[in-house]
Antibody, heavy 121, light 109 residues
Framework: QVQLQESGPGLVKPSETLSLTCAVS?????????WGWIRQPPGKGLEWIGS???????YYNPSLKSRVTISVDTSKNQFSLKLSSVTAADTAVYYC??????????????WGQGTMVTVSS | QSVLTQPPSVSAAPGQKVTISCSGS????????VSWYQQLPGTAPKLLIY???KRPSGIPDRFSGSKSGTSATLGITGLQTGDEADYYC??????????FGGGTKLTVL
């Protein structure tokens, strides 16, 4: 079955760039679907960060757009998130997920387990 | 402040029915499909409902969804203690981004 696994540093310094990767197994990214990133600050709700289609087209949350880049590496079957100029407000559990339909990214049916990222000096 | 508005908490007794509301606008719910997620403590969200009222394979029919205008509702019947979780609504927005509600904590008394 399709599985997603996030990886990356658990601690990032303020003003630096947060970089996470989501490895996909059980499905080839190049075959289709949207792939997304969602985050959840401690004790708070979900925030949609952005998504990327297998072809590379992207959608970003307007409130984060100036700092976010999502890319896909079909050769490694993974996609990545970069968030620049981080502050303590970016401390959260970061999830990667798959769009529930091959052409839709308004809902996600398969999620990674999530990875906690803390922004602190 | 979330784009979609949900009640912070709801509660009901085992075996009873509960509904969770999600209010938006014509920029989001009014012109797009709504999805619902269940998040058990310490776990990733799980898709319960998509396209307003469809259930993914494996989701029991105790869970249902509906939409009217700029609001949506999640219904859960035959409440079980295992249903205690946070529930989130989500949809697409005219800003070309996904949006979520603030979440509702369900307590099964």
């Amino acid at each position: 079955q399709v599985q997603l696994q996030e990886s990356g540093p658990g601690l990032v310094k303020p003003s630096e760039t947060l970089s996470l990767t989501c490895a996909v197994s059980g499905y080839s990214i190049s075959s289709g679907y949207y792939w997304g990133w969602i985050r959840q600050p401690p004790g708070k709700g979900l925030e949609w960060i952005g998504s990327i289609y297998h072809s590379g087209s992207t959608y970003y949350n307007p409130s984060l757009k100036s700092r976010v880049t999502i890319s896909v590496d079909t050769s490694k079957n993974q996609f990545s998130l970069k968030l620049s100029s981080v502050t303590a407000a970016d401390t959260a559990v970061y999830y990667c997920a798959r769009g529930y339909s091959s052409s839709r990214n308004d809902a996600f049916d398969i999620w990674g387990q999530g990875t906690m990222v803390t922004v602190s000096s | 402040q979330s784009v979609l508005t949900q009640p912070p908490s709801v509660s009901a007794a085992p075996g009873q029915k509960v509904t969770i509301s999600c209010s938006g606008s014509s920029s989001n719910i009014g012109n797009n499909y709504v999805s619902w997620y269940q998040q058990l403590p310490g776990t990733a969200p799980k898709l319960l409902i998509y396209d307003n009222n469809k259930r993914p394979s494996g989701i029991p029919d105790r869970f249902s969804g509906s939409k009217s205008g700029t609001s949506a509702t999640l219904g859960i019947t035959g409440l079980q203690t295992g249903d205690e979780a946070d529930y989130y609504c989500g949809t697409w927005d005219s800003s070309l981004s996904g949006v979520f509600g603030g979440g509702t904590k369900l307590t099964v008394l």
